[in-house]
């Protein structure tokens, strides 16, 4: 596929418009290549993950998570801040970036958590319009929930809140939710499912009668990575899309 061709339906799945304003998202690196024959995608592009983009011949690197938040000064090949970047321009791999946007998104990664945890009727709530709101198709206990959270994203969660009270409307935000607790509470949530949370944010969750399941920011959001290939195999399956094997950034309990 033409660069400019694919660069247009990434486009498509997540519009920079919808980025937040302190983000920084779209093609991060640049390539001479004029065409896209392989593509690496994964959450974040770790020094791991572009040496892996060089052994499977990528000349693209697709991730959630920008490489750059803020200015760099020096480009060094030794440098944890640039050394994944000093590798992909080495080899002339470019990189683009979908964070916010993708969250935002339809079909991006709050409204495919909900997918996975079973939360249906799900619209967008507040004036970023990124958490999503839902219901369950029955009530179950908190505990139980939780329970099954754990199952379905394969993780260990922390939950605050009464795990025998019942709920039903629940509200999600991959990755670090905490800041719209009262957000989500105030738009009449029994639960709300994050990747992390403050200990002040739980604290002012449960005052506000809110139940909170806390379940890792890499796995909340980790599960929309591997939904964008049969999106973007529809518009050209002549490109070959691998998730990158190194892509395992989440903190693991001992």
Known sequence: ??????LTELEAIAPKELAL???NVGLLVGTTRGEINRVLVALDCTDAVAREAVEFGADM???HHPLFFTPIKRMLPDDPSTKAAFT???NDIGLYAMHTNLDAADGGVNDVLCERLGIVDQKAIGDERIARLGRLSRPQSFGEFACGVEEKLGTRVKVCGDTNREIVRVAVLGGSGGGDVRLVSDCGADAFVT???KHSQAIEAAELGLCVVS??????EKVVMSTIIPRLQKKDNNVEYKLAQYDKTSLASL
């Open 1 to 6: 596929m033409r660069k400019e061709d694919f």
């Open 195 to 197: 990747g992390e949370i």
């Open 21 to 23: 304003p302190f983000d």
């Open 61 to 63: 690197v697709l991730t």
């Open 88 to 90: 992909l321009i080495r």
């Open 215 to 220: 379940a890792g920011h890499y796995e909340t």
